[in-house]
């Protein structure tokens, strides 16, 4: 069983810890949250050690993200959907689910919308 993930460890954390902040959370809450040490959390912000699998399970559920976004990056881009020319707040929350869905999923929906 692959208990750790390979990816780009220092790419990684910059992701990481631009979640954490998003979430407007600290090193400490963050660990306290998964049961780590501020010291776990900030190496692997440093891009030290990545984390293992379950945890990234759990920093996907704390920080409300996606795997992609926090493993490859491919949604990082999220707060453009925050820049979007509209008056319908609903539009912009549909962009953002969308954003935080998996390309799998995206694929899906998308064909289930005929497009």
């Known amino acids: 069983m692959l208990s750790r993930l390979p990816m780009q460890t220092k790419e990684f954390g910059k992701r990481l810890r631009a979640a ?33 699998f379950s945890y990234l399970l759990e920093l996907k559920r704390v920080l409300d993200v996606s795997l992609d976004e926090l ?14 020319t509209t008056s319908d707040d609903g539009e912009v929350a549909l962009i953002k689910a969308y954003r935080r869905l998996t390309i799998k999923r995206r694929k899906a929906l998308l064909g289930l919308i005929g497009e």
């Open 20 to 52: 954490r902040e998003r979430s407007n959370l600290t090193q400490e809450r963050l660990g306290m949250e998964l049961g780590v040490s501020k010291t776990t959390v900030s190496s692997w912000e440093l891009g030290n050690d990545p984390p293992r």
């Open 71 to 84: 493993v490859y990056g491919h949604e990082a881009d999220l707060r453009d959907a925050q820049t979007i």
